[in-house]
């Protein structure tokens, strides 16, 4: 195995930037260019402890000023002997000092090598290494808490149950078989029955939780409507807090969808700005509005927007019938800062969940933020780290539930032990699908694939 290294913080300057070394030469290169300032080496100092020191080139001149630690495998995050060097993040230092590692034989790591020798040495199940991607991508505080756990192995331990608890059944029916003299019991049919609905119940659970998983990693769908310069735009902008849509006194400014990701209420949302509706004066209008009306179907909150210096009109009814089609919705009274002239109680009868905001003065987004968290509440995991967040993650689960489903079909049909337990096989295979158990060169290529260089 080579030894690889590279710089494991992003790019760019910045305060700090580590280089990261694992395998078996890790110690001895880093011991060619690292002087610790009280004398010694770094093998003689105690391990997973900084120690301050010289870091130099190839030509023996100092690069910076360093914090070094080693870590001997296999009490290290790959499983490796590892060393982490906690440098200045000047990407002119921080390039040298890879060049002068890399002229000692240690080559630059690919991306996730680091986390995918973690998962070779044992040290991380595959849930677990997707999660570390999760964590990396967290746009919010509950999918960044969400990730951590994953980490912890919270999906890992509820599969990993299921998992022996069906390589048991496997074991004691093929003993009872291969082995009658030993006189080991033969399996009750309810003792089966009970292990694989136990099973099959927390599988459902798992599935149940992945509509949940992509919200927390993709967002939730949420469509801007009204009519045109209702104020979508600017409500839009004020929510981003900058500039992301164009705004004119004329109609019709916006003749497309226009997305933005941004968290309101705790939720990571994917919020699109949309044409106004109204009979279209052109093609391009005509398209816009007919994108608006299917986004709105699509999304699983709107925000409909009213100007509330205007009067009803025949438009907002028409945005109010879409609101009210979508699985939650929000009116959202613009304006208030102007003289008011709209009749708001047609608006709060269709829709009960309104309030009264200015995008240009921010009165009103405060409250919208509130109550957004409250309708949204429930679109966030109960049970942190108990989530499945990709489709990898959920197929596996899936062919593993209906596995399950066809050995209790099987079962209840009173068809033989071993034809039961050959669908709980195939259940088994799934699960190891899952976690890694069950190696797939392939499947492993796709994960880390994902992976940035230094993870």
Known sequence: MSTIAAIATGSGRTALGIIRLSGPEALSAAEALFRPRGGGKLGEK????MVLGSLLDTDGTQ??????VYCPGPRSF?????????????????????????SLGVRQAGPGEFTRRAFLNRRLD???AEAIVDLVDAETAVAAKNAAAQLEGAVSRKTGKIYEDLLGLLAWFQAAVDYPEEGVDPLEREEIASRLRSGRQELDRLLGSFRRGQVLKEGLRCALLG????????????????DRAIVTPQAGTTRDTLEEKLVLGGTLLRLTDTAGLRDAVSDAEKQGVERALAEAERAELVLAV???????EPEDRQVLAAAQAAPKAIALINKCDLPRALE??????????????????????EELEALAGELLAGEQPRDLGEVLTNARQYEAVLRAREALDRAVSALEADMTPDAVLTDAEEALAA??????RTLREDLVEAIFSRFCVGK
């Open 306 to 312: 009213f100007d509330g210096s205007r009067p009803l």
């Open 46 to 49: 105690p391990p997973r402890t």
């Open 344 to 365: 708001e109680k047609e608006i709060r009868a269709a829709l009960p969940r309104a309030l009264r905001v200015s995008a240009r003065t921010g009165e009103g987004l």
């Open 63 to 68: 690069l910076d000023q360093v914090l070094a």
């Open 227 to 242: 009519k045109p310069n209702a104020g979508k735009s600017s409500l839009l902008n004020a929510l981003l807090g900058w």
């Open 78 to 102: 790959t499983g490796e002997d590892t060393v982490e060097l906690n440098c200045h993040g000047s990407p002119a230092v921080l390039s040298a000092a890879l060049r002068a590692f890399f």
């Open 126 to 128: 595959l849930v677990q």
């Open 431 to 436: 699960l190891g699908e899952l976690d890694g």
